[in-house]
């Protein structure tokens, strides 16, 4: 049918990534049962998971997976209505009230993803005068709610303050308008923001900041606050972003600010009206995993050693990587086909990563990327590096 025509290059890509025939397609596989967190079963084969953003390994914790059971039960399956209309129950309000405790900020919006909270707030936010700055490498999420903003939009390049600065500069006084969106941990490379500087740069030409802690939720700061808590900057921060699916073990997203007008916003925003409010028992289970996350660092310390480990050894191994150790380690490959190989490769030993190529990493870039968990052992650690070092005999680890 021709209104198929345009999607033959996603065939294409297909076609090279499964190349020589009969090779797993790494895109949407999927997994048929769990052992644990990082351990499962695809295709028949039992696979090491080292590319699910299950951060802190909450997915099977006991007092959390009880708390969203109990939630079943009292609540049912679905709340089968947006927050507007029915679908507001007591467990949503008292989850924004713990998230807006939790950042020491005064209010907070539920949004069903992670997804929806950037599309909504900033396409929400900016309005036809209205100016935002996007760093380069931003989230999907970021640019699809830009896209459908009013206002006018310029990237800066990523995690460069002194490029914002100009973009600001030549603003003028528009730049009190303009909303400057920044990640903790930016998804692909692993990198931290330069939150310090970024703010100085706020502070000297106006604007507000919108930051996605969608990576650095639980990995950093105190008791899992953030980058922003890490820096001692959360005052700074006008509206912290964020989502349930990566440290916390289950899906849904979150605005959270100090402004009181944010409940203005809130029933504006059409990412937030228009669908279903999350189903009870996630809520419960994104309450109940932020409190196990704030209680003690034990299992950020362990997922920061494995972290430091893994990125040394690769880089070792020869790899060319993302700037800095993080959960996420970003092994960088010069082409498409070769990053399927190495991916084939992992997962013939019984690893998996993901395989991340154009459009969706950065700068056309073609990635190999893995998201530790602390629910990985130390022999977990030991078998990727091992599989990486196989990929390095075979295949040489250059990218250049
Ligand atoms: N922001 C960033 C930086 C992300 O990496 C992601 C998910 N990959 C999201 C937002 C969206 O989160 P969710 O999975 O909850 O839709």
Redesign the pocket.
């Known amino acids: 049918m021709k209104l198929f025509d345009k999607f033959s290059g996603t065939l294409e890509i297909a076609e090279i990534l499964t190349r020589p025939a009969n090779h797993l397609l790494p895109i949407g596989i999927s997994t048929d049962c769990l052992n644990s967190p990082v351990e499962g079963e695809m295709h028949g084969q039992k696979i090491l998971l080292a590319g699910t953003?299950n951060y802190l390994g909450l997915t099977f914790h006991p007092q959390i997976k009880a708390a969203a059971q109990q939630a079943l039960d009292t609540f049912g399956t679905g709340s089968t209505g947006s927050r507007m209309a029915s679908g507001t129950y007591r467990i949503h309000t008292e989850l924004e009230a713990a998230l807006a405790k939790f950042f020491g900020k005064t209010q907070t919006i539920l949004f069903t993803?992670?997804?929806?909270?950037?599309l909504g707030m900033i396409s929400t936010l900016i309005g036809p005068d209205d100016v935002l700055l996007l760093d380069a490498d931003s989230?999907a999420?970021?640019y699809d709610g830009a896209r459908m903003s009013s206002g006018e939009v310029y990237r800066f390049r990523h995690n460069d303050p002194t490029d914002l600065a100009k973009r600001l500069r030549r603003l003028g006084s528009r730049a009190e308008n303009a909303l400057i969106v920044l990640?903790g941990i930016?998804?692909m490379l692993g990198d931290q923001v330069k939150l310090e500087e970024f703010v100085a740069v706020k502070k000297e030409y106006g604007g507000s900041i919108l930051l996605?802690e969608?990576?650095s939720l639980g990995l950093i700061g105190p008791q899992g606050k953030g980058v922003a808590a890490e820096a001692g900057l959360l005052d700074e921060i006008d509206f912290i972003?964020g989502?349930?699916?990566?440290s916390l073990g289950c899906?849904?997203?979150y605005c959270t600010s100090h402004f009181p007008e944010l409940e203005l916003v809130r029933n504006n925003i059409r990412a937030y009206m228009f669908t279903a409010s999350s189903a009870p028992s996630v809520v419960a289970t994104a309450k109940a995993a932020l409190k196990v996350l704030a209680e003690g660092d034990d299992l950020r310390t362990r997922l920061w050693q494995h972290a430091r480990k893994l990125y040394g050894a690769l880089q070792d191994l020869g790899f060319s990587l993302g700037p800095e150790p993080s959960p996420v380690v970003a092994v960088i490959m010069d082409s498409r086909e070769r990053a399927a190989e190495a991916w084939q490769l992992l997962m013939s030993q019984g690893v998996y990563v993901n395989l991340v190529v154009p459009p969706a990493s950065p700068n056309t870039s073609s990635l190999l990327r893995c998201s530790l968990s602390a629910a990985h052992s130390d022999e977990n650690i030991d078998s990727i590096i091992d599989a990486y070092r196989t990929v390095a005999q075979k295949m040489g680890a250059s990218s250049n």
Not at 113 to 118: C, E, F, V
Not at 243 to 246: A, C, I, L, Q, V
Request: aromatic letters at 12%.
């Open positions: 953003n993803t992670g997804y929806q909270a950037n989230h999420s970021i990640e930016y998804s996605d969608a990576h972003v989502t349930f699916s990566k899906i849904g997203g």
